[in-house]
């Protein structure tokens, strides 16, 4: 195992959830390659969360898998207190799990909201508490990392509920960091654009609709998972010590260039 002084996150143990896949799974390895010990949280511990956790110990790092639905705070609680049992703590955690779906308004209903929120806010906020109240325990500082969306700030139609959930992030963010900072706990938003993972499976496969995108993105390209990652690994190291608050966008300028047909 390699605690070599040149790697950023060295004897730091990261959660990652939603971390089976896509940005989740580029940020968990990217995390392992700074030299930081993972745990791989996700609905379901299936093929792609198990080639998460081989990747991770291909780099030299121990790497454990945690499965919890996030939009259940029993269920919060106890991937903090598993994952704390078998790598003995947790300094680090990025908030990647998230959900949307598509409707127009006017026909949203309850479950589909529900499901949404549940997840994308609810999951956050209480995986966070538990994650705040282990660090208070044990008298350590921490980073906390939310992957958030341009859509919390960019109005996205058809996605009302996603939208409000990643709203939503943006002040709990802004909040958390004042009342956070004196404990040392650090908290920043990141705001993926179009990134190229499986949510965006219809999009890639649309030549139309891909084309009319890219033409938006002042750089010319979708983002990729890694895009996201290094920004995540920044974030979690000792370089990022006097950031917190703040959103990052990962987008290849589509924010301020986006505009509706």
């Not at 026909?107 to 906020?125: A, H, K, M, S, Y």
Request: with cysteine; aromatic share 6%; net charge negative.
């Amino acid at each position: 195992m390699n605690d070599s002084p040149s790697l950023k996150l060295a004897g730091k143990v990261a959660l990652v959830t939603g971390s089976g896949q896509g940005i989740g799974q580029a940020i968990a390895i990217r995390l392992a390659q700074e030299g930081a010990d993972i745990v791989v949280d996700d609905r379901v511990i299936g093929e792609s969360a198990q080639e998460t956790i081989a990747a991770i110990h291909e780099l030299g790092r121990r790497a454990v898998a945690v499965q919890g639905d996030l939009s259940n705070p029993a269920d919060d609680r106890r991937v903090i207190s598993e994952a704390v049992a078998q790598l003995g703590k947790i300094d680090i955690l990025v908030n990647n799990a998230g959900v949307e779906k598509r409707a127009d308004f006017w026909d949203v209903t309850e479950q589909d909201f529900d499901f949404v929120v549940n997840i994308n806010l609810r999951g956050t906020f209480f995986i966070t508490q538990d994650f705040v109240n282990h660090l208070r325990a044990t008298n350590r500082p921490g980073r906390i990392i939310n992957i958030s969306s341009v859509h919390e700030e960019l109005p996205f139609p058809h996605f009302s509920s996603y939208c409000a959930s990643k709203g939503a992030l943006k002040m709990l963010c802004r909040n958390l960091a004042i009342e956070l900072a004196p404990l040392g706990i650090t908290i920043n938003n990141i705001a993926p654009g179009a990134i190229e993972t499986p949510i965006n499976k219809a999009l890639l496969n649309n030549p139309d609709l891909l084309k009319m995108l890219l033409g938006k993105i002042p750089l010319g390209r979708l983002g990729t998972p890694g895009d996201v990652a290094g920004l995540a690994a920044f974030l979690a190291s000792d370089d990022a010590a006097y950031i917190t608050a703040s959103t990052f966008f990962v987008d290849g300028g589509l924010l301020w260039n986006y505009h509706e047909q």
